[in-house]
Nanobody, 121 residues
Framework: QVQLVESGGGLVQAGGSLRLSCAAS????????MGWYRQAPGKERTLVAT???????NYADSVKGRFTISRDIAKGTVTLQMNSLKPDDTAVYYC???????????????WGQGTQVTVSS
């Protein structure tokens, strides 16, 4: 059983910072990409940032220069440092991993349960 467990969400004032962490656990053969997505009320889930095994980074335009994603491949963790937060960043943030289970043949998308980030004005 593969699990992604997130931590670090909460309530912060505009201009503040939060740090989200996610750890993958279970019987995993390998992880290709880890990242974060978010979903605001009434909106679709959208990409925030991803990081590949080679260190290739991808950020949403709206978070460039404010958010930083990092990853510890050996530990199976990914972290999102969020600075200069804005009310528009308010959403449920989901950890994502493209990984191949130990007993699986193909890599697939796995999701965490989500963590709420609320930025007050």
């Amino acid at each position: 059983q593969v699990q992604l467990v997130e931590s670090g969400g909460g309530l912060v004032q505009a201009g503040g910072s939060l740090r989200l962490s996610c750890a993958a656990s279970g019987s995993i053969f390998g992880i290709n990409v880890m990242g974060w997505y978010r979903q605001a009320p009434g909106k679709e889930r959208t990409l925030v940032a991803t990081i590949s095994n080679s260190g290739s980074l991808n950020y949403a335009d709206s978070v460039k220069g404010r958010f930083t994603i990092s990853r510890d491949i050996a530990k199976g963790t990914v972290t999102l440092q969020m600075n200069s937060l804005k009310p528009d960043d308010t959403a449920v943030y989901y950890c994502n991993a493209v990984l191949r289970p130990l007993l699986g043949t193909y890599a697939a998308n796995y999701w965490g349960q989500g963590t709420q980030v609320t930025v007050s004005s």
